[in-house]
């Protein structure tokens, strides 16, 4: 699977911006998608998955309720929407791909990555 992360950008706080995860050579159907982030110093870490058949998600405590996960199956893309964004948020994003039933806390179970994509927020 290859993957390919867009829409990264400088916001300021409160801002919205949403990201693309558009995979080629495989359908997604029976992956599970997440977006992970890793900050200056910092691990890697899950921010959102999405299981494409069930329609299950998972978002990291530092994200609910302000992020959404979702897939447009036709055009082979999950997008993470990204709203009341903090300068915490600020990080290189990526999205990868797993078997279904990979859990965004176990990033060794995603196989597939995408380049980052960074997102700033700063006023």
């Known amino acids: 699977v290859q993957l390919q992360a867009s829409g990264g950008g400088l916001v300021q706080p409160g801002d919205s911006l949403r990201l693309s995860c558009t995979a080629s050579g495989v359908t997604l159907d029976y992956y599970t998608v997440g977006w992970f982030r890793q900050a200056p110093g910092k691990e890697r870490e899950g921010v959102s998955c999405l299981s494409i058949r069930d329609g299950d998600t998972d978002f990291s405590d530092s994200v609910k309720g302000r992020f959404t996960i979702s897939a447009d199956n036709a055009k082979n893309t999950v997008y993470l929407q990204m709203n009341s964004l903090k300068p915490e948020d600020t990080a290189l994003y990526y999205c990868?791909?797993?078997?279904?039933?990979?859990?965004?806390?176990?990033?060794?179970?995603?196989?597939?990555w995408g380049q980052g994509t960074l997102v700033t927020v700063s006023s």
């Open positions: 990868a791909a797993g078997p279904r039933g990979s859990s965004c806390s176990y990033l060794a179970d995603f196989e597939s």
